[in-house]
């Protein structure tokens, strides 16, 4: 099916991270992506950082930024923008511009439909224990090892049973990061 919004969205940085340009698709796309707050004039000025959940994302981040800035280089990276409704694949591409500027690009690859999921519904209510999503790919840590998409996770650790849901923090996931250590000029795993 179609989609009835805009599918690309850009936005530059400055050389010190700060939200400098939107392209006119970004509040069409933060509307449709339940952030209508997200306003040119909201984020004109704030720091790239100040949306981007979880230390370790800011840190894979970083260091993404730093190679495209010294290198030049651009990096793509897969990443997901989930709904309890939604399956949203996306591309985010950064590439550098010059004055130290960085420009991202979010595209919407394309969507799938999924019966509600509580799990990923922020008003549901929630207990005090806590699970860690992975930031880009939206897949759950069900053990040590193991990161399942959150269907498979909701049955695996039985939530679906669950009065409240336990709440979400924000990682990253191994098959993440080591896609973005591959795309900066990090020598090894930290
Ligand atoms: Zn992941």
């Not at 949306?51 to 981040?61: I, M, N, W």
């Not at 049955?155 to 709440?167: E, H, I, Q, T, Y």
Request: glycine letters at 4%; charged letters at 30%.
């Amino acid at each position: 099916m179609p989609v009835a919004y805009p599918t690309t969205y850009d936005y530059r940085v400055d050389s010190e991270d700060r939200i400098c340009w939107v392209s006119p698709a970004w509040e069409d796309f933060a509307r449709q992506n339940g952030a209508p707050h997200l306003t040119e004039g909201a984020v004109l000025g704030t720091y790239l950082w100040d949306y981007v959940s979880g230390e370790e994302t800011r840190y894979l981040y970083r260091l993404m930024l730093a190679s495209v800035r010294t290198r030049g280089r651009t990096v793509t990276l897969p990443f997901r923008c989930d709904s309890p409704t939604l399956l949203r694949h996306m591309e985010l591409r950064i590439a550098a511009v010059p004055r130290g500027e960085v420009k991202l690009r979010g595209v919407l690859l394309r969507e799938e439909q999924r019966p509600y999921l509580a799990l990923l519904d922020p008003s549901a209510a929630r207990v005090d224990k806590l699970l860690t999503i992975c930031s880009w790919c939206k897949q759950i840590r069900v053990s040590d090892l193991e990161w399942l998409e959150p269907e498979d996770a909701v049955r695996r650790l039985k939530l679906f049973d669950a009065v409240r849901l336990p709440r979400l923090t924000h990682g990253i996931c191994t098959s993440c990061e080591a896609k973005a250590l591959g795309e900066s000029d990090a020598p090894n795993r930290r």
